[in-house]
């Protein structure tokens, strides 16, 4: 994990606690203190909400660690990462194949009696005259993998000229490869590959293409590397600018880029050294990154932005205080909803998407240590100089105003406030046609069609799998990625090398029962004899012990051995449907219900069909249960949060809708291809099962980013008010600014990620962009308004005792000694 943002983040952060440092005194013309003053417009001052609770005796605490809280959080993020860089483990490439599923036991028992498979690498040559099973090309082809062969790795290279096998040369005729046998398992062989491939001395004028697992997932993990570093390149330069925007002080931008520096350094960090201990999939330095620079940059912009508006009223301690209290209690909530979100990925059994789901929650924690105690120090120490350095905008390109004056007279008075006031008139005409339109976006969703991501068309565009599709296409039995099947008998198959009678008969009756199946092409087994010779002829010698065998046919046995081991023998059935698709399931499915053979005591399948049937019935069996803890367990942090009924009932539909209007996009553009010429990418017509799980673990908790920081300031408005109406349009006044900013920011950090060339990446990039989008203007601007309005004082209904009991948490507003909200009466709007 060598990351530009590891060694960027570090030095930023330097940067930023250097210019914290710096200012560490207020100077002498700044009081420490300022009188509790209400400005016109702005929400009365309520002290009593800022000294109690959990959330106030952190910013107490971390005002008084101001000096050395930075320092600590520094030196963790640099522990960290030379911890990981000396002892951290490999992510890995695979994860998707569900342990103890029928597929993994058919490929540990085909292991055990072949062996397990040698990592290959492909050299395709193509001859320009047409001849590739000509001597003299083949003497071009070995003189040209001649230095790979004297590689210490490398076990063996054969080439149609060694072994005479017809499936060394494709149809044409005109091209043919060398099968490269690396000494290395497929994760060390990955490593290994870009300097086979650079031994390979390319005849002149002959088209060489280099292939095989190895170098795709090495090419593979180089696309990643690099869309991660171009993601990064492009986000951080727009949130900069955004934060300019909000802020107008280079000292308050710079804050949350000096936040995301430490939390996602860490993050990976972190992540590096987990994978020593269960298996982390190489996605999750994407997810990481994704939720990582949202996450810190959007919470530490909620906290620089409710400091500077408290720092207009109140000491820098009370101003620190008070901001934890606050918004630092809406930070926590909102984290731990995201966490949960992404924790519901650990019922899964896929280890790839349990990796996910570990990460993240990684990424969210590490968010929250630096965003709760670094950040609050930051800004007990800078004080009043977090507006330094101011940058000239023009008055249109202010999120957020920064004079004072002017932010107290337009606090709760903004354009989101008319938006929210006009909608609360007519709440149902206007939010109907919204709610309509969302749900006919997500219409797509229902005919999602999901894949493992296992598919040529599912990697990004390179050389090698180019390759590996010619092979697929041109060469004798390439058109399929095989479903193999394991029939296990009752005990040994061979007797003195000969197989029985009875077992041919068996075999051949179960072969030709595969061939009646749908979609399936061939079957290809150990009654298949080799190329040019009789079929009758070959079936009557195997029948034959091997000493009464003629000498010509001396060389049947280690044909027959390919085939048979021990007590298992080996099919491979191929098929017309894609191997990861619903097509391919299904046939495997037909495989599976066929009866053994007689004399078999069992069957089993394998292959990449075998392992996408697998996942997808543990992946269908486990999303219930990842749906169920999300909705159920945030909503009841919400209830705890806010002391409602109703108010987490409406937040879980408001997520849903959201998330489900981008369901239908990513369905419509990924899968149906719409679109596709501008996001420059080939649909392969199945998006990976993994993305809408993502989706909706991140979005889910995301989208609660926004709910918890606008319901804290409505809540606030309600309990001075009592005025529902009043609270919501104020509420989203105060905080649309603040709210369209962080959304801006999450967009351009998820839409820079839809620039990648992976397309797993760019649909999950693309697809949260969009749903932020909706979720920071129809949903706050539309849906939640009118909801509340019909709502009425209902919103904020609980039992009194369930009120008292939750006030003493300390996450219920203005601690035990506030007093509650009115009593609603149920019959009133």
């Known amino acids: ?139 071009r082809v070995a003189a040209a993998v001649a230095p790979v062969a004297a590689d210490p790795i490398v076990n063996e290279v054969l080439t149609f000229a060694d072994v005479g096998d017809s499936g060394f040369v494709s149809r044409d005729g005109s091209k043919t490869f060398a099968l490269v046998r690396i000494d290395r398992d497929l994760e060390a062989a990955i490593d290994d590959a870009e300097h086979l491939a650079s031994l390979v001395a390319a005849p002149e004028g002959v088209e060489t293409v280099i292939t095989g697992i190895p170098l795709i997932q090495h090419e593979f993990n180089e696309a990643v590397e690099r869309d991660l570093v171009q993601a990064e390149l492009v986000s951080l330069p727009i949130a900069m600018l955004i934060l300019l925007a909000v802020f107008g002080t280079v000292v308050g931008a710079v804050l949350p880029i000096v936040i995301a520096g430490l939390a996602l350094p860490s993050s990976m960090a972190a992540i590096g050294l987990l994978a020593n201990v269960t298996e982390m999939s190489i996605f999750v330095t994407n997810v990481a990154t994704m939720i990582g620079l949202a996450l810190s940059i959007d919470y530490s912009l909620f906290t620089v932005s409710r400091f500077r508006e408290e720092l207009r009223h109140r000491s820098v301690a009370d101003a620190v205080e008070r901001t934890m209290a606050t918004v630092g209690k809406a930070v926590a909530i909102s984290g731990v909803a995201v966490a949960i979100g992404l924790s519901s990925l650990i019922v899964f059994e896929s280890p790839a998407l349990r990796s996910m789901g570990i990460g993240g929650v990684v990424t969210v924690l590490s968010t929250l240590v630096f965003g709760l105690t670094v950040l609050p120090a930051l800004l007990g120490m800078l004080g009043n100089r977090v507006n330094r350095l101011r940058v000239p905008l023009p008055r249109a390109m202010r999120l957020v105003e920064d004079d004072p004056a002017a932010a107290d007279a337009r ?141 010509e046919a001396s060389g049947l046995a280690a044909w027959v051995d390919q085939s048979v081991a021990d007590d298992v023998t080996r099919l491979d059935v191929f098929s017309s449907a894609l191997a990861d698709s619903a097509e391919g399931r299904v046939v495997v499915d037909s495989i599976r219900d066929l009866p053994p053979p007689a004399g078999a005591s069992d069957t089993l399948t394998a292959g990449l069909s075998s392992r996408s049937r697998d996942f997808m019935a543990s992946f269908t069996g486990s999303v219930p249960f990842a749906i169920a803890i999300v909705v159920v367990v945030t909503g009841a942090v919400l209830f705890l949060t806010f002391g409602s009924v109703f108010l987490p009932i409406k937040a879980v539909l408001m997520s849903l809708l959201s998330i489900t209007a981008s369901f239908g996009a990513l369905v419509w553009i990924f899968q149906s291809g719409n679109l596709s010429g501008i996001l420059d990418f080939d649909p392969s017509g199945t998006i ?114 369930v009120q008292r009991g939750v006030a003493r948490l300390g996450l219920y507003e203005g601690g035990p000694e506030a007093s509650p909200p009115p009593a609603p009466v149920l019959a009133r709007s």
């Open 411 to 551: 606090q709760g008075h903004g354009i989101w406030a008319r938006i929210a006031g006009a909608v609360m008139r007519r709440p149902v005409l206007i939010a109907t046609p919204a709610l309509i339109v969302l749900i006919v976006a997500g219409l797509p969703f229902f005919g999602i069609q999901l894949s493992t991501g296992g598919n040529l068309d599912d990697l990004p565009p390179s050389d090698s799998v180019a390759g590996f599709r010619t092979l697929g296409d041109e060469f004798p039995g390439g058109g399929s990625d095989p479903i193999e099947v394991a029939v296990q008998a009752d005990g040994p198959i061979l007797e003195d090398g000969a197989l029985s009678a009875d077992w041919i008969a068996a075999l051949s009756a179960y072969a030709d029962d595969l061939r009646d199946i749908g979609a399936v092409t061939e079957v290809g087994s150990v009654l298949d004899p080799p190329s040019g010779m009789d079929q009758a002829a070959y079936l009557q010698l195997i029948a034959l012990p091997e000493s009464q065998r003629p000498a």
């Open 688 to 801: 990976i099962a993994s993305t809408p799980i993502l989706m909706f673990a991140i979005l889910f908790g995301l989208s609660m980013d926004y709910e918890v920081f606008l319901l804290s300031r409505i809540r606030e408005r309600y309990l001075v008010t009592g005025d529902n109406t009043r609270a919501v349009a104020e509420g989203i006044g105060i905080t649309g600014g603040i709210i369209t900013g962080a959304a801006l920011i999450m967009v351009a950090v998820f839409g820079a990620f839809a620039l990648s060339s992976v397309v797993l990446i760019k649909a999950l990039g693309f697809s949260m962009a969009l749903a932020v989008l909706i979720d920071a203007t129809v949903v706050r601007g539309i849906l939640v308004p009118a909801f509340m309005r019909v709502m009425g004082s209902v919103n904020w209904w609980a039992p009194r005792w």
């Open 1 to 139: 994990m060598r990351r530009p943002l590891i060694v960027g983040g570090i030095l930023a952060a330097l940067a930023g606690l250097w210019l914290a440092l710096r200012g560490g005194r207020p100077p002498i013309d700044v009081p420490e203190s300022y009188p509790a003053v209400e400005a016109p417009g702005s929400p009365p001052v309520d002290d009593r909400i800022a000294h109690n609770g959990i959330f106030a005796a952190l910013g107490r605490a971390s005002y008084r660690g101001r000096r050395w809280l930075p320092i600590v959080g520094l030196a963790i993020v640099i522990g960290l990462n030379v911890w990981a860089a000396t002892a951290g483990g490999r992510l890995s490439q695979g994860g998707w194949q569900v342990p103890g599923s029928e597929a993994a036991e058919a490929e540990a028992l085909l292991a055990d009696r072949y062996g397990e498979q040698a990592t290959t690498m492909l050299v395709l040559f193509t001859d320009p005259d047409g001849d590739a099973a000509s001597d003299a090309f083949q003497a």
